[in-house]
């Protein structure tokens, strides 16, 4: 009987074991659904199709720590002057006419203790495709890579980059 308490015991470990596992590794930051934009934008379609430059839209990244998201008058530069509609771009005229800022849902959020600027890897001739991949050819906006310290050691190390704690971390 004791060595069939111990095995069960041992299977109910590893069942634990597992599904904690497998629910840390979808991570609270990435639930389905959770990443879905107020509106269906295509990076495709903008960026690659239309070959509008990331800093087009997401302006100040060159000079600034933060990539930004675009505010709905840089949407309404272009499309403005639109004569065919789609749902989508309805729901931008909607939050343009009613003088709100679109909700985007920020996909990328690093600890407070992380120093990281786009500014500092754009000037060091890094493009934005080197972190957040192929962005011309995604129909949907995508997480970029994990950010985890691993990541960027290993950057840091195939780019000769410092790796002074201190670089990063405050």
Known sequence: ????????????????????????????????????????????????????????????ADISPAASIPPVYVCMMCHRSLKAQTPETQKLLTYWNNKEPIPWVRLQRLPEFVRFTHQMHLNAGFKCTDCHGQVAQMTSTPRAATFEMGWCIRCHQRNGASKDCFTCHY
């Open 1 to 60: 009987m004791r060595k069939w308490a111990g095995t069960l015991l041992a299977l109910w470990v590893i069942a634990v074991a597992l599904i904690v596992g497998f629910f840390y590794s979808q991570g609270s930051a990435d639930l389905r659904g959770q990443d879905r934009q107020p509106i269906a934008f295509s990076h495709q379609r903008h960026a690659g199709e239309l070959q509008i430059n990331c800093l087009f839209c997401h302006r100040g």
